[in-house]
């Protein structure tokens, strides 16, 4: 079997003799080294498992992000029928409802109308005003951490640190935060390449149970209307449009699930890369690299999401000198183009100081992450109070990874002052 590039037709190259399996632990513990040779193998290649055309190169990456004749969705050019899928399994329609109107389940012109409607509201301004809100509650959470001199870095820190911020910003209760997190903890298992029935059922009682809690809460909202983010989309307005309450729904499940689940996981991957890599956390605890800096390699490095798919929309589509027709899917492998010396200088090295923030983390296109200023701003802020109340801080166990490829990151993080 050649395993050189494939030229402009369809190609067949079994993945399995080149050790694309991401349901092995050992490749959730380290994918790179199998991830390094399948691009420097091939620019793409059919994983019969998840039936996806897998891209594996930077730039293969970033154009597929931007061409608009792929989406996250085909409804809306041809139904599931007409390219042979089954029905959407009806047992899960709670799950689907919710999903909805959600930005990523959404092309133009509805995608359009509701980011902008989103935009609207959640803007750069409204975000700035969450550093200082965040520079407090980081310290909050971390003093009586560091006086204790030990800490479960997801789980005491990072994970209500988001959580908290997310919905401060939103206005849902600070005490609905563990709550929060268990429904989307179990939603997000839907976007794994294969979800067993008894999570999809999980993630379809956990969208019930989330669409009734927002639902009533817009409804307050809605009739009291204060400072915060669901008052403002309620009211956001562009070109005499509203967002219609099925549309609030999902828009803000979305940000409460997306404001939190790769934040988290950023600050995990990030900080054990850091703590493998002593000299280079060095550097930020001496001031060398600011916290700004270092988190773009945080989020390069070791990728928070490591796939996004795109259905091919019409005929004749070249994708990483492949052609494709309408219905196929292709999946775009995120920590794999991070990961590209085509694009980045020693990209197996750790280095804080690269600042480069033109990375593949948070997207590209239309669908490019709203919530980037955000998630950069919280990451900013909590490497920096990391920094003054754990500037020694060592692991104390080996951290346990999360059995999931496409969310990568850790069950826990173990952390002990020397
Ligand atoms: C380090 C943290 C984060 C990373 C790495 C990340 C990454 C991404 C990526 C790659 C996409 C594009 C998906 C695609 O093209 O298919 C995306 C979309 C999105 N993200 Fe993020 N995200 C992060 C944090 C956040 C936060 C804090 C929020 C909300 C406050 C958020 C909300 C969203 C939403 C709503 C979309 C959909 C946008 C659209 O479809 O138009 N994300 N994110």
């Known amino acids: 079997m050649s395993l050189t590039d494939p030229p402009l037709h369809r190609y067949s190259l079994s993945i399995m003799t080149i050790g694309f399996d991401p349901t092995d632990p050992g490749f959730i513990a380290d994918p790179y080294p199998a991830l390094n040779l399948l691009r420097e193998t091939t620019r793409i290649f059919y994983d019969d498992r998840s039936k996806l055309h897998l891209v594996t190169r930077f730039n293969d990456v970033r154009v597929a992000l931007v061409d608009r004749r792929l989406g996250r969705v085909h409804d809306h050019v041809v139904s599931r029928a007409e390219i042979g899928l089954a029905p959407r399994d009806d047992r899960w329609v709670p799950f689907w409802n919710v999903e909805k109107w959600s930005l990523l389940e959404l092309e133009p012109p509805d995608h359009t109308r509701i980011r902008k409607l989103i935009t609207h509201a959640f803007t750069s301004r409204t975000v ?13 959470i971390l003093a009586p951490l560091a006086a204790q001199g030990t800490m479960e870095l997801l789980a005491d820190f990072a ?47 956990a969208a019930a149970e989330f669409d009734t809690y927002v639902r009533d809460f817009i409804e307050r909202r809605a009739s009291e209307p204060r400072g915060d983010l669901i008052s403002s989309l309620i009211l956001a307005e562009v070109d005499g449009e509203r967002l219609t309450e099925e549309e609030l729904v999902s828009t803000v499940i979305v940000l409460l699930n997306a404001g939190h689940e790769a934040t988290v996981n950023t600050m995990g991957n990030g900080i054990v890369a850091f703590l493998r890599h002593p000299e280079e956390w060095q550097r930020v605890v001496t001031g060398e690299v600011p916290a700004r800096v270092a988190i773009e390699e945080m989020i390069r490095w070791d990728a928070p999401l490591h796939l996004f798919e795109r259905w091919v929309l019409e005929d004749g589509v070249e994708i990483a000198g492949t052609s494709f027709g309408l219905g196929d899917k292709v999946g775009l492998l995120f920590g794999s183009a991070n990961r590209d010396p085509r694009r980045f200088d020693r990209p197996d090295d750790f280095v804080a100081a690269r600042g480069d923030s033109q990375h593949i983390g948070f997207g590209g296109g239309i669908h490019r992450c709203i919530g980037a200023p955000l998630a950069r701003l919280e990451l900013e802020v909590g490497l920096e109070a990391l920094v003054s109340h754990f500037p020694d801080m060592e692991l104390a166990a080996s951290p346990v990874r999360h059995p999931t490829f496409v969310i990568r990151g850790y069950d826990g993080v173990a952390l002990v002052r020397r």
């Open 159 to 205: 994970q209500p640190y988001s959580v908290q911020l997310i919905a401060s910003l939103l206005g849902v209760p600070l005490e609905d935060g563990p709550q929060l997190i268990q429904w989307s903890h179990a939603m997000v298992k839907m976007y794994e390449l294969a979800t067993s029935d008894e999570q999809a059922a999980a993630a379809s009682t």
């Open 128 to 140: 700035e005003k969450l550093r200082n809100p965040a520079r407090r509650l980081a310290d909050q």
